[in-house]
């Protein structure tokens, strides 16, 4: 498989423009003043960065110990696999430098810049340093991570795209269901409102009728059968007047 098909020089490539992008960050970062705004923006920008690159090295070196199980079936050989080894291995230095000296704080690191210009000469070295042509194995190379780059960032924008729109409707529908919520939570206030006035209004009525029965106990005890007699007809006699006034006039 040559370079410019194979995965991995494609991923490499890309991590290889990070890495120069963080490297330009770095000696931005280093020539700014401490204690500013852009200071303390550089700096997360660059852990950021930092622990972005380190994943990605990572996923890399799992890449690698996977084809070294079975070189012959990747048509690779055990000195490729030691380029690739040794590619990661600095590449995690190098980053591990950066992250190193931007987290400490540390002002213009002499050393730190040669070990970064070292690192990247041997990275470049390396580049040169294929099994295949390397004007036509960076041309492809390079055509190759540039569609990656932006095929992956189209992605990435409408993956993000979707997201908000989700979020928007998400947040939506929980406004609703909050408002509805609320509604409900009112509407059984009220309603226990009115069942605690209709059993007040209960108990009141039920000590009025019991009043009234006992009274009327007392009066027809008092009365006898005779007055039980006349009482009777009394109330017929009322309901037949109420009845001829109602129904006749």
Same mark, same amino acid.
């Given at each position: 498989?040559?370079?410019?098909?194979?995965?991995?020089?494609?991923?490499?490539?890309?991590?290889?423009?990070?890495?120069?992008?963080?490297?330009?960050?770095?000696?931005?970062?280093?020539?700014?003043?401490?204690?500013?705004?852009?200071?303390?923006?550089?700096?997360?920008?660059? %852990? #950021?960065?930092?622990?972005?690159?380190?994943?990605?090295?990572?996923?890399?070196?799992?890449?690698?110990?996977?084809?070294?199980?079975?070189?012959?079936?990747?048509?690779?050989?055990?000195?490729?696999?030691?380029?690739?080894?040794?590619?990661?291995?600095?590449?995690?230095?190098?980053?591990?430098?950066?992250?190193?000296?931007?987290?400490?704080?540390?002002?213009?690191?002499?050393?730190?810049?040669?070990?970064?210009?070292?690192?990247?000469?041997?990275?470049?070295?390396?580049?040169?340093?294929?099994?295949?042509?390397?004007?036509?194995?960076?041309?492809?190379?390079?055509?190759?991570?540039?569609?990656?780059?932006?095929?992956?960032?189209?992605?990435?924008?409408?993956?993000?795209?979707?997201?908000?729109?989700?979020?928007?409707?998400?947040?939506?529908?929980?406004?609703?269901?909050?408002? %509805?919520?609320?509604?409900?939570?009112?509407?059984?206030?009220?309603?226990?409102?009115?069942?605690?006035?209709?059993?007040?209004?209960?108990?009141?009525? #039920?000590?009025?009728?019991?009043? %009234?029965?006992?009274?009327?106990?007392? %009066?027809?005890?008092?009365?006898?059968?005779?007055?039980?007699?006349?009482?009777?007809?009394?109330?017929?006699?009322?309901?037949?007047?109420?009845?001829?006034?109602?129904?006749?006039?």
């Amino acid at each position: 498989m040559s370079s410019a098909q194979d995965p991995f020089y494609i991923v490499r490539e890309e991590v290889q423009e990070s890495i120069d992008k963080l490297q330009s960050a770095f000696h931005q970062w280093e020539q700014t003043r401490q204690n500013t705004g852009e200071r303390v923006h550089l700096t997360k920008d660059l %852990v #950021a960065a930092c622990e972005s690159l380190e994943w990605q090295v990572d996923e890399l070196d799992k890449a690698i110990a996977v084809a070294a199980r079975d070189p012959a079936s990747y048509g690779i050989d055990e000195t490729e696999l030691e380029k690739r080894r040794r590619w990661t291995t600095m590449a995690r230095n190098q980053v591990g430098t950066v992250q190193k000296v931007v987290e400490g704080g540390k002002e213009h690191s002499n050393s730190v810049s040669t070990s970064s210009n070292g690192i990247r000469n041997e990275l470049m070295r390396l580049q040169i340093d294929r099994s295949h042509p390397a004007g036509i194995s960076n041309q492809y190379d390079a055509q190759d991570n540039d569609d990656f780059i932006s095929s992956e960032t189209d992605r990435q924008l409408l993956l993000i795209k979707r997201q908000d729109e989700e979020l928007d409707e998400l947040s939506a529908s929980v406004q609703r269901i909050g408002g %509805v919520g609320l509604t409900i939570h009112e509407e059984l206030i009220g309603q226990e409102r009115i069942i605690d006035e209709l059993s007040s209004d209960m108990d009141s009525t #039920a000590n009025r009728l019991d009043f %009234v029965q006992k009274k009327l106990a007392l %009066v027809m005890k008092k009365a006898g059968a005779k007055g039980q007699i006349l009482m009777i007809a009394f109330l017929v006699v009322l309901f037949i007047i109420l009845f001829v006034l109602v129904f006749f006039t």
